[in-house]
T-cell receptor, first 112, second 113 residues
Framework: DAKTTQPNSMESNEEEPVHLPCNHSTISGTDYIHWYRQLPSQGPEYVIHGLTSNVNNRMASLAIAEDRKSSTLILHRATLRDAAVYYCILKGYGGSQGNLIFGKGTKLSVKP | DTEVTQTPKHLVMGMTNKKSLKCEQHMGHRAMYWYKQKAKKPPELMFVYSYEKLSINESVPSRFSPECPNSSLLNLHLHALQPEDSALYLC????????????FGSGTQLSVL
């Protein structure tokens, strides 16, 4: 069963902001929201994660809805190097819930 | 050092061969993972080691045999594979806490002939 729902693909223009949505209506109180991306021919790369509050780091921002049933990954200025598959993943606690289980992700294309 | 190193990068093997994939990290992580990724699909979890002990086996066929000889090394021994086992095999590591991020290697691209 998919725990998160993301659009299959999105397009962006270079140097413009990108908002990647993720729905997770069945999130539990102990689930962290993780985002990873996978560039072509590479392993997945950690982007950001959060629990309840919005989070910022050098790569991106994570906006989490107040009810935690959805979140948005924000790339402030997309570059060609940001073209990748972006995965939104719920990571719980204990046993198999604590493992990273990938859904289908969103393939982001960036146009020059 | 924030790298997870996987060797070899590419491997071609016949169905009767025995081969091993190797993964190494020196970040002091005590959780290590094997994932399998078919083309244009998301990674699928195969095995999890926590403190050098196998904690998760996601119903993987016995022709895949993981081994964690120490806290820095993770091996995946392959024997009698099928062509449908051809895939990218990814290794990852993390601190075994619920909010910790995973560091992935670049993977071994395996082709079974």
């Amino acid at each position: 069963d998919a725990k998160t729902t993301q659009p299959n693909s999105m397009e962006s223009n270079e140097e413009e902001p990108v908002h990647l949505p993720c729905n997770h209506s069945t999130i539990s109180g102990t689930d962290y929201i993780h985002w990873y991306r996978q560039l072509p021919s590479q392993g997945p790369e950690y982007v950001i994660h959060g629990l309840t509050s919005n989070v910022n780091n050098r790569m991106a921002s994570l906006a989490i809805a107040e009810d935690r049933k959805s979140s948005t990954l924000i790339l402030h200025r997309a570059t060609l190097r940001d073209a990748a598959v972006y995965y939104c993943i719920l990571k719980g606690y204990g046993g198999s819930q604590g493992n990273l289980i990938f859904g289908k992700g969103t393939k982001l294309s960036v146009k020059p | 050092d924030t790298e997870v190193t996987q060797t070899p990068k590419h491997l071609v093997m016949g169905m009767t061969n025995k081969k091993s994939l190797k993964c190494e990290q020196h970040m002091g992580h005590r959780a290590m993972y094997w994932y399998k990724q078919k083309a244009k699909k998301p990674p699928e979890l195969m095995f999890v080691y926590s403190y050098e002990k196998l904690s998760i086996n996601e119903s993987v066929p016995s022709r895949f045999s993981p081994e964690c000889p120490n806290s820095s090394l993770l091996n995946l021994h392959l024997h009698a594979l099928q062509p449908e086992d051809s895939a990218l095999y990814l290794c990852a590591s993390s601190h075994p806490l619920r909010d910790e991020k995973l560091f992935f290697g670049s993977g071994t691209q395996l082709s079974v002939l």
